[in-house]
Nanobody
Framework: QVQLVESGGGLVQAGGSLSLSCAAS????????MGWFRQVPGKEREFVAA????????YFADSVKDRFAISRDNAKNTVSLLMNSLKPEDTAVYYC????????????????????WGQGTQVTVSS
């Protein structure tokens, strides 16, 4: 069992930066792949970024590539999302998620392959 708590959301102007953090409970954090998703009302929850459990290999949605960075600290049970050059279309509730290896390797971009979710944190980018 993994419990996830996001923090760091807020209001920022377009072009600005924001860093989200996700704190995980559980001694097996290092065995999970971690991801960030986002959702706006009326739309599906969409993949933003993911990072594997050991090598730090990262994956990004095309919409955020070259603007966002993801990192994890297995010693501290945290995963972070650094968002640069933010745009109004980045406005959403951002969710941290954890996936067991075998499910994540099937499709790391699908929210259905993530087993645990945080409560979400709001990010609002003003124009």
């Amino acid at each position: 069992q993994v419990q996830l708590v996001e923090s760091g959301g807020g209001l920022v102007q377009a072009g600005g930066s924001l860093s989200l953090s996700c704190a995980a409970s559980g001694r097996t954090f290092s065995t999970y792949a971690m991801g960030w998703f986002r959702q706006v009302p009326g739309k599906e929850r969409e993949f933003v970024a993911a990072i594997d459990w050991s090598t730090g290999t990262a994956y990004f949605a095309d919409s955020v590539k070259d603007r966002f960075a993801i990192s994890r600290d297995n010693a501290k049970n945290t995963v972070s999302l650094l968002m640069n050059s933010l745009k109004p279309e980045d406005t959403a509730v951002y969710y941290c998620a954890a996936a067991m290896r075998w499910r994540w390797e099937r499709d790391r971009f699908s929210r259905y392959n993530y087993d645990y979710w945080g409560q979400g944190t709001q990010v609002t980018v003003s124009s």
